[in-house]
């Protein structure tokens, strides 16, 4: 009895960290966020593997600008003004980019934001940031990137998404 109820307890803890993980809340606009550029100046002391897939909704590819912006729960935190490449076709539909960031070392990556400028559009399925400091953190978007605002994700103040939930 003593162990059914431990397991009781157990699996409704885990279904509640599970809802409290948040991971199926859709991206969101977030108009007070922005990058900051005194630290983008600082130091570029940590390199980062981020994983773009586009979806196969996109349009065939995009002429968009696209910057990047991630970080922890400590204010430290990786910005790229530009990600597209203006020589290349880049998010192309049903295709995954893979780019080397370099920037500030970061502790556990809690939150990310795209920004988007262009006539183009475009629909990420999803963005895996992975680091020295932290466990890889996948995003799930599969939405079309408004133009003009930093859209995506912030569990900083949650708990934060692990490997665990990829
Ligand atoms: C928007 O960004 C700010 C600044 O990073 C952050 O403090 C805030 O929690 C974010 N808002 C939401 C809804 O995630
Ligand atoms: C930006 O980064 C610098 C250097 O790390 C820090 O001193 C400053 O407080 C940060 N500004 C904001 C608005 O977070």
Redesign the pocket.
Known sequence: MKTLTLILTFSIISVFSQATLLLTDPP?P?E??KPNLTQHQQNAGCSYTVTIRTSCSSPSYTRDRISLSFGDAYGYQVYVPRLDDPSSRTFERCSTDTFQINGPCTYQIC?LYLYRSGYDGWIPESVTVSGYNSQPVTFYYNAFIPAGIWFGF?YC?GYLPSTAAM
């Open positions: 969101q977030n007070s966020f939150y912030d103040r």
